[in-house]
């Protein structure tokens, strides 16, 4: 679920995207000592460093300019990358078909880690894969991570 701060940064960055760049997640964590505004954006085929460094320093510019964040921070741009975690519903709908593992916060019979691929999200906002046990949903609240998976 995020947070004010980081619904706010949304609204903020989103205008500045635009086709064919996509605002996937805005993220404001703290790690260790530091804060971290990570900002993930994608782009059909893939982003660049030069796409990222672009981003970085006009939404540098924006913030500086509105200041949304009183606290010291660091601006971090970059892609999702392949496992990217899905979180809202466009997610769902682009990676439907594709194979993803999934962690819940509680076990399912002494199990926290599935696999198979991604059916969709209900209208009850649950999470439908079609696994090796067959068709399981899992209610989104109870889902800690769901994201792609690499194959080696």
């Known amino acids: ?19 064919p760049f996509e605002l996937v997640d805005v993220e404001y964590v703290k790690e260790g000592s530091l804060k971290y505004l990570r900002i993930y954006i994608d782009k059909q085929g893939k982003m660049s460093l030069d796409d990222c460094q672009h981003f970085s320093h006009l939404i540098s510019e924006k913030l500086d300019e509105l200041d949304p964040i009183e606290e010291n921070y660091m601006l ?27 962690k819940l916060f509680k076990a399912i019979d002494g199990v926290k880690e599935f696999e198979g691929t991604l059916v969709g999200l209900s209208e009850d906002n649950e999470i439908e894969v079609q696994t090796s046990k067959g068709l399981m949903k899992f209610p989104k609240k ?7 998976m690499i194959k080696i």
């Open 76 to 102: 971090e741009i970059s892609s999702p990358g392949l496992d990217r975690h899905l979180k809202k519903e466009k997610d769902f709908i682009r990676e439907k078909g594709k194979e993803v593992e999934l």
């Open 142 to 148: 109870n889902v800690a991570v769901i994201r792609l």
């Open 1 to 19: 679920m995020a947070s004010k701060l980081e619904l706010l940064i949304e609204g903020i960055v989103s205008d500045m995207i635009t086709d």
